[in-house]
């Protein structure tokens, strides 16, 4: 393994472990619970996941409470918010 390639590998496992240490372990939510923790509307979210956008949900429709933090972290939900006011 290159110099480099080890390099990265590092990077994308203090990644890993960070995001591991930043996790709150507050729980799940339901779309309802997500979209007043977000401050939109049930419809606005279920478009965004139509357009393939929106925080990440787990294989039972749940939302994690971290998750829903890392999608407002992420800007896509100001840029959203932004073009339908």
Request: without cysteine.
């Given at each position: ?21 930043r ?44 998750d ?10 100001a840029?959203?918010i932004?073009s339908?006011?």
């Amino acid at each position: 393994m290159s110099l480099q390639a080890e390099i990265q590998s590092l990077k994308e496992r203090v990644a890993a472990l960070e995001w591991e240490r930043r996790k709150t372990g507050r729980g799940r939510t339901n779309q309802r619970g997500a979209a007043d923790y977000l401050g939109r509307s049930r419809e606005w979210l279920r478009k965004l996941h139509l357009q393939g956008k929106g925080p990440r949900r787990g294989v039972d429709g749940s939302y994690s409470y971290d998750d829903l933090d890392a999608f407002i972290e992420g800007g896509d939900t100001a840029q959203s918010i932004a073009s339908e006011n």
